[in-house]
């Protein structure tokens, strides 16, 4: 993992260092392992390679050395560059560009996401090939009669491509007209869905991990038919939720990627709670609180229809009295039942308790109790009733069981769908939502 500092670079607010470390993590969420990292400065491009002779040799060397299945450069490469590269190293080179579409092209779930991350895909080949198309004709002076083989096997290429992208273009328009319905349509799982959003390192896989790695729930049918970055997880109170894992927010996204990453944040729209990871150990916490929020807004994730929980995370880093001071409030908010952050450490796992018990109260907060009562003979419904909802209560008479459901606003209104009027739902008269924090 190279990455390029450029020397000229007026935006010195993030620091190289967390730059070079974003994108180690960018390369873990594809499950490659960084064997070295490190920077290159420059002050002026090389139009060859981009970084300097030194450089490429000692990188030669190193390559030689680790034998590495690529080298990733954390900067833009051109075509040529890219080439160069990777005859200097004899290694496969991939750019920033192309890792995050490497990325999205893994995490994009929906229909919509796998277009829109093709569609960048194309687009990005696509002007690779003009570029080696037009290198290629300097290199042979440009002489004009008809094109040569390699000519017209880029020109054949080019054609082709741009027939792939604008089918997509015109799948896509289809897709966002039919949108909601496959939203619905894919809302089968009967557990709650937390999403754990955030800027890259903020440490959302980390807590993934640790939030789900005691769990055996792999065996349970259900989990195991879904990906890789969502996973089951039991709450203090017995509630099971599915906690679904992000690609992050990435500083200085290239922008032809804007629309494939909204497209991977899609199943965020269908979060019923969504856990904001912030490195609060990180110089630009706030700018990046802000950007987040900013974005959620614009994928119309509206605050007031969605819970939003703050995870202060990191802060084993901060000082000490800083730190206890928040596992204090956390502990506050704990017994008062209050409060929509909380300050936790995936790494020590200080504060996680604290944060599965939010959890709980913020879900349970939003369900309210059935009653089913069904007939004797009534044995699938029994089964889709335990399948479906968490069953609190279970009585059997001859004349029929009657179950008591702890139940979600989208749980109920399956259940309703499903057994019409042998549902009852119980009015209680404890408050829907704690709030403030
Ligand atoms: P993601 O990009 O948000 O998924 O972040 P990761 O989970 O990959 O974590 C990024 C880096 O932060 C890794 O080096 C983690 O070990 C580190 N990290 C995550 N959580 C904590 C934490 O609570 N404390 C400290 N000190 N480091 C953490
Ligand atoms: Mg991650």
């Known amino acids: ?38 920077i290159a400065s420059i002050a002026k491009p090389t139009p060859a390679t981009l970084i300097g002779t030194g450089k490429v040799q000692e990188i030669k060397a190193l390559c030689a050395d680790l034998e590495p299945e690529v080298v990733i450069v954390n900067a833009a490469l051109t075509p040529v560059q890219q080439r160069n590269l990777e005859r200097a190293w004899s290694s496969k080179v991939l750019d920033r560009t192309a890792l995050i579409l490497e990325i999205f092209g893994e995490r994009a779930h929906t229909r919509e996401g796998r277009l829109q991350v093709e569609l960048a895909h194309l687009t990005y080949q696509r002007s690779r090939l003009v570029r080696s198309w037009t290198h290629l004709e300097r290199q042979r002076g440009g002489f004009g009669f008809l094109g040569g083989p390699g000519e017209t096997q880029i020109e054949t290429d080019r054609r082709l491509i741009g027939e792939r992208i604008a089918k997509i273009k015109g799948e896509l328009e289809e897709v966002k007209r039919t949108r909601s319905l496959h939203r619905r349509a894919r809302k089968r799982v009967p557990y709650p869905i937390v999403a754990l959003v955030g800027y890259t390192n903020a440490g959302k896989s980390t807590l993934f991990n640790r939030l789900t790695s005691a769990e055996v729930l792999a065996k349970d049918m259900l989990f195991a038919t879904l990906d890789p970055t969502m996973r089951g997880l039991k709450l203090p109170s017995g509630r099971r939720i599915i906690l679904s ?193």
Not at 387 to 407: D, F, H, M, P, Q
């Open 1 to 38: 993992m190279l990455h390029v500092a450029r020397k000229t670079n007026t935006d010195a607010s993030r620091s190289e260092k967390s730059r070079l470390e974003e994108a180690i993590a960018l390369t873990a969420a594809i499950g490659l392992e960084v064997a070295h990292g490190l």
């Open 245 to 437: 894992d992000t690609v992050g927010f990435i500083a200085d996204l290239p922008t032809q990627l804007v629309a494939a990453f909204r497209a991977t944040l899609e199943e965020v729209l269908e979060a019923d709670l969504i856990l904001h990871v912030r490195d609060l150990a990180h110089e630009e916490s706030d700018a990046q609180k802000a950007d987040v929020v900013k974005i959620l807004k614009e994928l119309g994730i509206d605050e007031d229809e969605r819970i939003i929980v703050e995870v202060l995370n990191k802060i084993d880093l901060l000082e000490s009295d800083v730190r206890q001071s928040l596992l204090s409030r956390n502990r506050a908010k704990d017994a008062m039942q209050t409060g929509e952050s909380v300050a936790v450490s995936a790494l020590t796992s200080e504060g996680l308790e604290s944060l599965l018990k939010l959890l709980d109260r913020l879900l349970g907060s939003r369900e309210q109790t059935l009653r089913l009562s069904l007939t004797p003979d009534d044995g699938a419904g029994l089964a889709w009733a335990h399948a479906n909802g968490r069953v609190l209560e279970r009585r059997s008479t001859e004349k029929g069981t009657y179950l008591v459901i702890a139940a979600d606003p989208p749980t109920i209104e399956k259940f309703t769908a499903r057994f019409g009027r042998q549902i009852k739902i119980v009015e209680e008269d404890q408050p829907r939502r704690a709030i403030s924090s």
